[in-house]
Every structure is written in C-alpha cells, then in structure tokens.
C-alpha cells in the first residue's frame, strides 16, 4: 500500500505533467497567433501601398469637366 507522502508525489507529478503539456499547448497556439498578426500586417502594409499608390494617381487626373456637347 502506497504512503501518503508517495500519494501526494505521484500527484504533483501528475499536476507537473498536465501543466507543461498545457503550456506547451498554449506556446503552440500563440506562436500559430503570431505568424497570423505577421502575415495580416503585411497585407495590411501592401494594402496601405496600394491605397497611398492610387490616391496619388488620382490626384493627378484632370478635373472632370462637362463634355462639349453640353
């Protein structure tokens, strides 16, 4: 019959095991959360080009003026 005191070891190493595989869950998941904001920054840094690229262009277009039939 086990004693108290290796009931309780054999429970705390139970409680450590649980623990790290969560923790190591959770880096898991955080690191997969991390290239996520990674790869939406970039496409928000293409989209911010594309965007300042064309308000430029459109700048630079002539004023819209009434067609000479008119």
């Known amino acids: 019959m086990p004693s108290d ?3 309780r070891i054999v429970s ?3 409680t450590l ?3 790290t595989r969560v923790i190591d869950e ?3 998941q955080l690191a ?3 290239r996520v904001v990674e790869q939406t920054r970039a496409k928000l840094d293409r989209l911010t080009e594309r965007f300042l690229s ?3 262009q459109s ?3 002539p004023a ?3 067609p000479p039939h008119y």
Do not use: F, G, V
């Open 5 to 7: 005191m290796e009931t």
């Open 12 to 14: 705390l190493e139970e």
């Open 17 to 19: 095991a649980h623990q």
């Open 26 to 28: 959770l880096s898991d």
């Open 32 to 34: 997969e959360q991390w």
């Open 54 to 56: 064309l308000e430029e």
């Open 59 to 61: 700048l630079d277009a």
């Open 64 to 66: 819209i003026t009434k």
